[in-house]
């Protein structure tokens, strides 16, 4: 019985691998994006997004090539699906001015509560790792930001 459980379990995990994820990306021009509308005004703070976040509020993805492993590849674009509904900073301009506000100021609240970037991310991506002062400066940056 528990032989066949495990042959069946094998030969699922066999089939999920026929169905792997594409690697989108959708074209956005680079006058669009929240951190080159930056300039180079807060490299620090950039840099911070660019490591933390873009890989799922952006359409730069890096998608590593474990994702092409099922179903770890199903749960990793479910979050840079979800990421890129709430906030997309490769279409930051097609934001209105209040949702802009909206946007950073829900940054800062969820730096603020330990929700982003997303522990099961931060774990598989070290530079993504924010210290105590990094966290700070960057709660400090959308505070000012939203409050613009
Ligand atoms: C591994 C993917 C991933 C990374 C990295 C990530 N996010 Fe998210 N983010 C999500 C997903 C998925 C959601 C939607 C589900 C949720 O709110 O938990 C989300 C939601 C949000 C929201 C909306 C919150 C709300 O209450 O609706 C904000 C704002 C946000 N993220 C900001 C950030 C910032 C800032 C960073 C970088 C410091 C970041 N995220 C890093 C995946 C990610």
């Not at 994820?21 to 509308?37: G, M």
């Given at each position: ?100 506000i909206h946007h950073l100021q829900e940054c800062k609240e ?32 959308f505070e000012?930001?939203g409050?613009?």
């Open positions: 019985m528990k032989k066949k459980i495990f042959l069946a379990l094998l030969v699922v995990l066999l089939v999920i691998q026929f169905f792997p994820i594409k690697h989108e990306n959708p074209d956005s021009p680079a006058e669009k994006d929240f951190i080159v509308s930056l300039g180079s005004e807060y490299p620090e703070a950039q840099k911070m997004i660019k490591d933390a976040c873009y890989d799922c509020h952006s359409n730069n993805t890096v998608y590593p090539s474990y994702t092409r492993v099922q179903p770890l590849g199903w749960f990793i674009r479910s979050h840079i699906r979800g990421g890129r509904m709430k906030v997309n900073f490769s279409n930051w301009s097609d934001y209105s001015p209040k949702e802009k969820v730096l603020e509560e330990n929700r982003m970037p997303m522990k099961s991310y931060t774990w598989m991506h070290p530079p993504s790792k924010l210290s105590k002062e990094q966290k700070q400066q960057l709660i400090s940056f000012a930001a409050s613009k």
